[in-house]
C-alpha cells in the first residue's frame, strides 16, 4: 500500500482492464415505491466517487442493494462476478466493503480486535479456536494508515467520533476490499476531522474504488474526483465536478428543495 | 499481551480450584453435603455453558432443560437396564408394575454403555446444531428465539411426563448401580462427586481457551453487532450455532451426571421452570465473565437448598427478587460489581472523569442487546 505517489483521478487512474464496477439498471421496489429506480453507475479502479442528493434520494439505498442488504434487481457487476442475488456475507468475501451513517465498530473490543476480525474472514475453524499468535503486518499497516498506532489495545467504545469512523475504513482496508462504500463518512466531524478524512480517502483512494455518500458540498469539492447526482431514485448527473456544478438539471434539484438549497451546490 | 504473569495466574487460579474440589470439599463437607455439592457443580456445568451462549455470544437460552433432560434421561436408562440386568429381569421394574414385559425397541441400543455415552454426547450436539442451524440462518433472535427455546423445553416436559415408557411424572429413579459400583456406597459417591468436579475443570477450561481465542471475539462481536459482522465477510449463523452447540453439550453433560448423583431425572427437571433457575444463577454470578456464572450457580442452588428447608415459600419469592434486582440494577452480575466499585474509586481519586471512559469500563453489554436486539 503505497501512499500518495498516484492519486485518484476520474474515470480511474488505472485505464480498462483493471477491477471495476458495474451497476446497471438497479432498481429497489419497496411494495411498489421505486427507492431507487434504473440506475447505472460505472467505477474503475482509482476512482474517488461522490454520490449526492437531496435527502430521500436513494444514496444510501443503492449503497444498500450493492452490498445486499436489500434486494434489488438490474445488475452489479464487479469485474466480472454478478453480486446481485448474493448474500450480505458473500459480497463482502468478493472484496466490496461498506461504512454505515453511525460508527459501528465493536465497542467492546480493542482496535487490534476490532481489525483483526475484519481481516479474518475465511480462516479456518482451527485458526480460530487459538488465540491471535501477533499482530498481522497488514494490520499494522492499516493502523499506520489510519494513524490509531498508539490506540492498538484501547477499546473501540472509547475512541472519538472520528477515530471510530477511520477504524471502521481500516477495518475496509484489511477487509481487502477493492470497492469502499462510505456512508456519511464525515458527519458530526470536526474541520481538521474532516480534512484528516478526505485526505485518507485520497490516500487509500489510489488503489480502490471508493464511493463516498455525502451531504457536505465543501467536502465533496474539496475531495471528488467524480460526482454522481441521485434524486428522486433516479441519476440525474455524471462527471466531474464542475461539470456536475455546471448542470442546470442538478441546480434545479438542489435550489428546489428547500433544505439542501440553502447549503448550495454552486 | 497477555504476559507470563497472566498464564500463571491462569494456572494458579484452576490449582487453587482444584485443591478446593478434590482435597478441601471432601475434608470438611459430610457425605450428604458433598453429594449436594455434587449436584450444584452440575448446575454449574450447565451454567459454563449459558455464559458462553448468552454472556459472550448474546443468545438468551431459556430451554437449555430440554438437553439436560436429554443427558440425563438416556443416562437413566442405561442405568435402568443396568439394574434389572442385574436382577436378572427383562425389564426395569416401573415397567413391570405397568405391565410391561418387553424392552422397548428405542430402549435396546442404552443397554450398552458405550453407546449410552456416546449418545449424551452425539444425540444434543447434533439436535443443537441442526436447531441452531435452522434458527440462526432464518435469522431468529433475540426475543423471539428466547420465547422457542423456552417452548421448547415446556414441550418436551409435556411430551416426557406422557410417556409411561419413560416413566411418566415420575420419571426415571432408584438407580442402584452406576456402570457396575453400587451407588448405595459412600465411596461411590464420592467418585461421583470427583467425576463432576473434574469435569467441571474441564468444561471451565475449554470455555476459557474459547473465550479468548479469536472465535471468542468474533462471537462477542457478532453478539454487539451481527449485522456488521455479515458485512465483514462471516455468517454470523456459523459462529452462533457453535456456542449454543457446547453450551448444549455442557448441559446434556451436566445432565448424565445429575442423574446418578441424585438418584432422578424427571420432567420436573426438563421443563420451564428449571431452565430459568439455570439462568439465574447465569446472571447473579455474571454471564460475560468465566467464572460468574459458576459461582453464581453453585451460591443460588446453596442458598435455595439451605433457605428452602426453613422457608420454602419465601425463598421463591427471595429468588424472583433477586432476579429483578440484579437484571435492572447490576445487569453484570457480581462480578460486574468489583467493576463498578473500581469506578467508583477512580471517579473519587480523579474527579471529572471522562464519560468516554466510564461507558467503556462497563463490562457489561446493553440489556438490550441481549434480550430485544430486533
Not at chain 2, 31 to 38: A, E, M, N, T, V
Amino acid at each position: 500500500m503505497t501512499t500518495s505517489e498516484v492519486e485518484p483521478v476520474a474515470g480511474g487512474n488505472v485505464g480498462m482492464g483493471t477491477e471495476y464496477l458495474e451497476v446497471r439498471g438497479l432498481t429497489v421496489d419497496f411494495d411498489g415505491f421505486k427507492a431507487v429506480s434504473d440506475v447505472d453507475l460505472t467505477l474503475f479502479q482509482g476512482d474517488l466517487r461522490f454520490l449526492i442528493g437531496p435527502n430521500g434520494a436513494g444514496k444510501t439505498t443503492v449503497i444498500d442493494a450493492i452490498t445486499g442488504l436489500v434486494p434489488a434487481t438490474g445488475s452489479v457487476n464487479k469485474s466480472g462476478v454478478e453480486l446481485l442475488g448474493k448474500k450480505v456475507h458473500q459480497i463482502a468475501r468478493h472484496g466490496v466493503g461498506r461504512t454505515f451513517q453511525t460508527a459501528s465498530v465493536f465497542e467492546q473490543l480493542t482496535v487490534l480486535q476490532n481489525l483483526d476480525i475484519a481481516a479474518g474472514a475465511g480462516r479456518s475453524a482451527w485458526t480460530l479456536l487459538r488465540r491471535r499468535p501477533g499482530v498481522l503486518p497488514a494490520i499494522e499497516e492499516a493502523l499506520d494508515i489510519i494513524g490509531l498506532t498508539g490506540l492498538i489495545d484501547k477499546p473501540a467504545g472509547v475512541l472519538a467520533h472520528g477515530q471510530k469512523q477511520w477504524l471502521e475504513i481500516g477495518m475496509l482496508l484489511v477487509q481487502n476490499a477493492d470497492v469502499l462504500l462510505l456512508d456519511e463518512p464525515v458527519a458530526g466531524m470536526s474541520h481538521e476531522e474532516r480534512e484528516e478524512t478526505g485526505n485518507l480517502l485520497r490516500r487509500i483512494g489510489a488503489e480502490r474504488t471508493v464511493v463516498v455518500v455525502e451531504h457536505d458540498m465543501d467536502f465533496m469539492r474539496a475531495f471528488a474526483t467524480s460526482v454522481t447526482v441521485l434524486a428522486r431514485g433516479q441519476v440525474i448527473a455524471d462527471g466531474s465536478v464542475a461539470e456536475v456544478q455546471a448542470n442546470p438539471k442538478v441546480q434545479e434539484v438542489y435550489l428546489g428543495t428547500a433544505a439542501a438549497g440553502a447549503e448550495g451546490i454552486s | 499481551m497477555r504476559s507470563l504473569a497472566g498464564r500463571w495466574q491462569t494456572w494458579a487460579g484452576f490449582g487453587v480450584a482444584a485443591v478446593v474440589l478434590f482435597a478441601a470439599a471432601p475434608a470438611v463437607l459430610s457425605d450428604f453435603r458433598l453429594s449436594l455439592l455434587g449436584k450444584f457443580l452440575c448446575f454449574a456445568i450447565v451454567a459454563v455453558g449459558i455464559g458462553l451462549a448468552w454472556g459472550r455470544g448474546g443468545m438468551l437460552v431459556l430451554g437449555q432443560g430440554v438437553f439436560f433432560g436429554l443427558g440425563g434421561y438416556m443416562m437413566g436408562m442405561h442405568l435402568k437396564i443396568a439394574d434389572a440386568q442385574l436382577s436378572k429381569q427383562p425389564v426395569p421394574d416401573f415397567m413391570q408394575i405397568a405391565g410391561v414385559r418387553k424392552l422397548p425397541a428405542y430402549w435396546e441400543p442404552f443397554a450398552s454403555p458405550a453407546f449410552t455415552l456416546l449418545a449424551i454426547v452425539v444425540v444434543p450436539t447434533a439436535i443443537a446444531a441442526a436447531l441452531g442451524f435452522g434458527v440462526f440462518k432464518r435469522r431468529v433472535k433475540g426475543a423471539y428465539f428466547a420465547i422457542l427455546s423456552q417452548a421448547l423445553a415446556a414441550a418436551l416436559a409435556i411430551l416426557l411426563a406422557g410417556q409411561t415408557s419413560v416413566g411418566g411424572s415420575n420419571g426415571l429413579n432408584n438407580f442402584r448401580t452406576f456402570f457396575g459400583f453400587a451407588l448405595k456406597g459412600p465411596a461411590n459417591k464420592r467418585m461421583l462427586y470427583f467425576i463432576a468436579a473434574a469435569v467441571l475443570l474441564i468444561v471451565v477450561a475449554v470455555v476459557r481457551q474459547l473465550m479468548y481465542s479469536r472465535y471468542g471475539e468474533l462471537l462477542v462481536a457478532v453478539r454487539d453487532g451481527e449485522e456488521r459482522v455479515r458485512f465483514l465477510g462471516y455468517d454470523p449463523a456459523n459462529i452462533k450455532v457453535v456456542a449454543y452447540t457446547v453450551a448444549a453439550l455442557f448441559a446434556s453433560i451436566a445432565g448424565a451426571l445429575f442423574a446418578p448423583i441424585v438418584g432422578f431425572i424427571a420432567p420436573s427437571q426438563v421443563g420451564i421452570l428449571p431452565s430459568i433457575v439455570f439462568l439465574i444463577g447465569v446472571a447473579i454470578g455474571g454471564r460475560t465473565t468465566l467464572l460468574g456464572p459458576v459461582l453464581g450457580a453453585i451460591g443460588v442452588a446453596w442458598a435455595q437448598s439451605l433457605f428452602s428447608e426453613r422457608f420454602p415459600s419465601e425463598w421463591t419469592y427471595a429468588q424472583g427478587l433477586l432476579f429483578i434486582v440484579v437484571v435492572g440494577f447490576f445487569p453484570a452480575g457480581l462480578a460486574g460489581l468489583g467493576a463498578l466499585v473500581k469506578r467508583w474509586r477512580r471517579a473519587e481519586v480523579t474527579p471529572p472523569p471522562e464519560p468516554e471512559l466510564a461507558a467503556a469500563a462497563d463490562p457489561d453489554p446493553d440489556a438490550e442487546k441481549v434480550g430485544a436486539q430486533s
